[in-house]
């Protein structure tokens, strides 16, 4: 488990209730990255697992993470790939899985995307391209598929509207995604001290939350 896709990943079947199984390239030992604590607790409180076939003291190394990718794939229906370099350990698990018998799909990026070269060249080799959720669910009809209901009947969520103008600068830096201390001090000419506060007010009032990686605005359905 590492950051980007692999994190997202995880965090989103949490939020769905869904099961998650982490695969370290390191031993029990050690946690990386050192900001995925709070995940790998998540993970094992919601009735998933960490696994590993390193031993306890064993660190993270990158031929680690080559290694571990066939295990990735072992455990998998199928392979998503989102996004690959040219040479990437995605590519590699990508391989691996059809080795393996599994189903490797991918997303299609344009043509001068660095980060879609490899993505492009597995739909050449025959990966199923995926645009939707259910291009992937259609090779899995075991698989039970809940409909999203239509559009119309989606309620759209907004932030709260923050009316203190004193809280308001920082306020507006918070969005859905995490944002540390370090990056609003960066980004206002206020203190520590001083974002510390209005943070804290913030979440008394509840526009904000203290989640994994920072801070992240409340959302309210309309």
């Known amino acids: ?86 040479r990437s350990g995605t590519s590699v698990t990508a391989k691996l899985a059809k080795q393996q018998g599994k189903k490797v799909f991918a997303i299609p990026h344009e043509i001068d995307d660095l980060h879609g070269v490899g993505t492009n ?16 669910l259609k090779e899995f009809p075991e698989i039970p598929y809940k409909n999203q209901p239509p559009k119309s009947q989606i309620k759209v969520e907004k932030r709260k509207e923050c009316k203190n103008k004193q809280y308001n600068e920082i306020y507006q830096l918070i969005t859905k995604e995490p944002i540390s201390i370090n990056e609003i001090y960066k980004k206002t000419n206020k203190t520590i001290t001083q974002i510390n506060n209005i943070l804290f007010m913030l979440e008394i009032d509840g526009y904000i939350q203290k989640t994994l990686g920072g801070y992240t605005c409340i959302l309210e359905k309309e």
């Open 121 to 136: 060249r597995l739909i050449k080799e025959g990966a199923k391209i995926v645009t939707s959720a259910k291009d992937i």
């Open 1 to 86: 488990m590492a950051v980007g896709i692999d994190t997202i990943a995880h965090k989103t079947t949490l939020k769905e209730q869904g099961k998650t199984i982490a695969v370290l390239a390191n031993g029990l030992k050690h946690i990386f990255p050192e900001e995925n604590k709070e995940l790998y607790q998540q993970i094992i409180e919601n009735g998933g697992l960490i696994i590993t076939e390193y031993p306890p003291e064993e660190k993270a190394k990158s031929k680690n993470f080559l290694e571990r990718n066939r295990i990735v794939s072992g455990l998998a229906l199928g392979i998503l790939v989102v996004e690959a370099a040219h």
